[in-house]
């Protein structure tokens, strides 16, 4: 099993795939929910590389986006610089995203009017070291496309979120697929639920890269802002820690 | 240019033989022909001639279109290609009487380049014949001389102070008078420029108005008359001439990088930087092109500049060749020595140089940022800001507390709910061919219009949450009761 790991962990430095083994890299970005950094490899999301999230059902589609408003304001609190969010629709309403943690003031609305633009356009901002993150809504990519893109985050540590309407892509270090749950509360409607799997994830330890994982989770407003909170999920911390070490 | 018309329609390289008889007709029932080439005048057909005496005389006449918009469009884009002689070029649309078609070039302190103004000419003028147009032209001490010795006179170079003579001998209309001037003054028995001279003005004027004079005046410099060139020539602008023409993309690209520091020394002795830089190319078929890239704020940075202006050069067609590229700052703005930014200085400058590049592909609109605005109104809660205001660090502005969803639609769809009372949240409710059963509901939340800015009515918006956990903004328009069946829509989507 060491053996595996190490040859993985070769791999991916020959690939030039964000940092693995050694602990937690500096560039990651954590969701801020314990227990689902901990079982990511690299104990957040990894900076310098792409991440989709998917909707369940064309009716999961505002839980996705709120799941990737809140990833990017996320990014926002790691990183210095802009944050970028490119879309051919006009949908978006900035006093939601801020209420989702999205600090608005960074954020940068482009709106490309042909795929093949935001594609580039997504390109072009990953390649700048000013952005902290990126978030590019989509209906699916070419397989060269997205992995230009993937090239492009890795060079320069910025990372990506695809919200993908579309197929799934294969470039993605990781792809998290959004439902909406129910909320809780005595009157009114609660903070948000979501249930969040994430079904797939690179460098994971050995024959569990396709197994998926899943938590409930749930958007707080908490002192310092906002912030996730997980309320079940089927790994516990101590399990995932060991994981982490093997991969 | 005086067979411009037909010149442009036979071309050899449509095929065209060089003793064909072509002639210009204008549409319509009369079908009079408008102008002919040289082959067919020589053949007896004129301007004026109807097309059936005219395919009498010339059995193979060929006939096109009369098409005065193409014609106006040629000559713009041939004074386009003369700014590679003299900043101030311009078509002339004069359209009264014959040789119509021209163009004016101011050529003051730009003939020394090209060895004098005989030089400068007989380039001109060869280089237009090689492209099938006839031309006939001129240099004199002012326009009106030169126009009136290149249509009426030998052509050529007017010695400076001989224009007085050069045009005594001329007939009147090459004085640029209307038809019925030229006839009025016929009459009078007043057929050449000379006729003109030992006249009193007074009488002139009484009869003809001031035209006469004016024109006179203009021709032999008494008069000034400026040459509005196609746009105000840039002094901030370099050019480089090719001896042999290029056509490869990386040696334009390799002219840009050279011309480029050059135009920056220029702007730095100003302390100004580039905001709008155009590159215009010469191709030495006479048409030319103007590539434009604009920038966020202003800069002197070559590399930023260069890559910006070689996303344009992929597409340049360099058809026969080109010639000569001019840039030029045509958009410059002060730029102190160093910027300042909140950002850190490399990060900063990467941001401002992608933005740009961004900016000049999808459209400096189509970058924003935004802000909050003052009104309760959610679809005009958000002031959209330009990426020249996005590209500076904006101050952060609290937004409102209240729960707003994150996409909204960009026009509510009407819903059909089923509400137990008229101010309650629905029960059900089908939206996009989906019934949504309520499960929690929050509101309501009465939003109105300023009353200032319109009468519609108020709106009383429910957050609600259906079985499946997707959460909705749902309003229903007007006060409880105002309308019945009350009236509902979907506005947003909640995360």
């Given at each position: 099993m060491p053996d595996l790991a190490q040859l993985r962990a070769r791999i991916g430095a020959l690939e030039g795939?964000?940092?693995?083994?050694?602990?937690?890299?500096?560039g990651a970005v954590p969701l801020g929910a314990a227990a689902i950094d901990d079982s990511l490899p690299w104990g957040g999301?990894?900076?310098?590389g792409l991440h989709e999230i998917r909707a369940?059902?064309?009716?999961d589609a505002g839980a996705a986006l709120g799941f990737a408003a809140y990833l990017l304001g996320r990014m926002a609190k790691a990183r210095r610089g802009r944050l970028m969010w490119l879309t051919?629709?006009?949908?978006?309403?900035a006093p939601g995203l801020a209420g989702l943690g999205l600090p608005v003031d960074r954020l940068l609305l482009v709106r490309p009017a042909r795929t093949a633009d935001l594609l580039w356009a997504a390109e072009e901002s990953l390649r700048?070291?000013?952005?902290?993150g990126l978030l590019a809504d989509i209906d699916g990519a070419d397989f060269r496309s997205a992995r230009r893109l993937s090239l492009a985050t890795r060079g320069s540590g910025v990372p990506g979120l695809l919200l993908n309407r579309g197929a799934p892509l294969g470039a993605p270090l990781t792809r998290w697929q959004v439902k909406a749950a129910a909320s809780e509360a005595t009157i009114g409607v609660g903070a948000w639920r979501w249930h969040l799997a994430l079904t797939r994830c690179r460098f994971m330890a050995a024959g569990e890269e396709d197994r998926s994982l899943h938590w409930l989770v749930e958007a707080k407003y908490a002192k310092g802002g906002f912030s996730l909170v997980?309320?079940?999920?089927?790994?516990?911390v101590g399990q995932a820690g060991q994981r982490r070490q093997a991969g | 240019m005086p067979y411009l018309a037909t010149d442009r329609l036979a071309k050899?390289?449509?095929?065209?033989?060089?003793d064909d008889s072509w002639a210009v007709a204008e549409a319509?029932?009369?079908?009079?022909?408008?102008a002919v080439n040289r082959a067919a005048e020589r053949a007896g057909l004129k301007p004026g001639m109807s097309v059936a005496d005219a395919l009498a005389i010339r059995p193979g006449l060929k006939l096109a279109p009369h098409e005065p918009a193409e014609e106006d469009a040629l000559l713009g884009r041939l004074a386009e290609w003369c700014s590679v002689y003299t900043p101030f070029a311009a078509p002339d649309?004069?359209?009264?009487?014959?040789?119509?078609a021209g163009l004016w070039l101011d050529i003051s302190g730009c003939d020394h380049l090209w060895g004098g103004e005989e030089a400068l000419l007989n380039d001109l003028t060869g280089r237009l014949e090689r492209l099938g147009f006839i031309v006939r032209a001129a240099v004199a001490d002012t326009p009106g001389a030169a126009w009136a010795w290149a249509r009426f006179g030998a052509g050529g170079v007017v010695a400076a102070g001989g224009a007085r003579e050069a045009l005594?001998?001329?007939?009147?209309?090459a004085l640029r008078f209307a038809p019925d001037v030229t006839l009025g003054l016929a009459r009078l028995g007043?057929?050449?420029?000379?006729?003109?001279?030992?006249?009193?003005r007074g009488p002139l004027a009484a009869r003809f108005g001031s035209v006469v004079g004016r024109r006179l005046d203009q021709a032999l410099g008494a008069e000034e008359e400026p040459i509005s060139p196609l746009r105000p020539p840039h002094s901030l602008q370099v050019q480089r001439r090719f001896v042999t023409p290029i056509g490869r993309s990386e040696d334009v690209a390799a002219a840009v990088r050279f011309l480029l520091p050059r135009l920056m020394q220029l702007l730095e002795r100003q302390q100004l930087g580039v905001r709008r830089l155009d590159l215009s190319v010469f191709r030495v078929d006479s048409s030319s092109v103007r590539l434009a890239v604009g920038t966020s704020r202003p800069t002197r940075d070559v590399n930023a500049l260069f890559r910006l202006m070689a996303l344009q050069l992929d597409g340049l067609q360099a058809g026969f060749g080109i010639e000569s590229l001019m840039l030029a700052a045509s958009v410059a703005a002060p730029l102190a020595a160093r910027q300042q930014d909140m950002e850190d200085g490399e990060s900063a400058e990467c941001l401002s140089e992608m933005l740009d590049s961004l900016g000049n592909r999808l459209g400096f609109n189509r970058i924003q940022a935004f802000a909050p605005a003052g009104s309760h109104l959610p679809e005009r809660a958000v002031r959209r800001l330009s990426a020249d205001a996005a590209a500076t660090a904006l101050i952060a502005e609290p937004w409102p507390d209240q729960r707003r969803p994150p996409i909204l639609l960009s026009r509510p769809e009407a819903v059909a709910v089923t509400a137990p009372l008229p101010d309650a949240p629905p029960l059900l409710f089908r939206w996009r061919q989906t019934l949504h059963r309520v499960r929690r509901a929050e509101g309501p939340e009465r939003l109105e219009g300023e009353w200032w800015r319109d009468q519609s009515p108020a709106r009383d918006y429910y957050l609600v949450e259906d079985e499946d956990g997707g959460r909705f903004w749902l309003y229903r328009l007007?006060?409880?009761?105002?309308?019945n069946p009350s009236r509902w829509f979907v506005h947003g989507l909640f995360a």
């Open positions: 795939l964000p940092g693995l083994g050694a602990g937690r890299p500096a999301l990894a900076a310098g369940e059902k064309a009716d051919l629709s006009d949908h978006i309403h700048c070291k000013g952005v902290a997980a309320l079940s999920g089927d790994r516990s | 050899p390289d449509n095929g065209a033989r060089p319509g029932t009369q079908r009079r022909l408008v649309l004069w359209r009264e009487g014959i040789g119509s005594a001998t001329l007939p009147v209309s007043l057929r050449r420029i000379g006729d003109l001279y030992p006249l009193a007007g006060l409880p009761g105002e309308f």
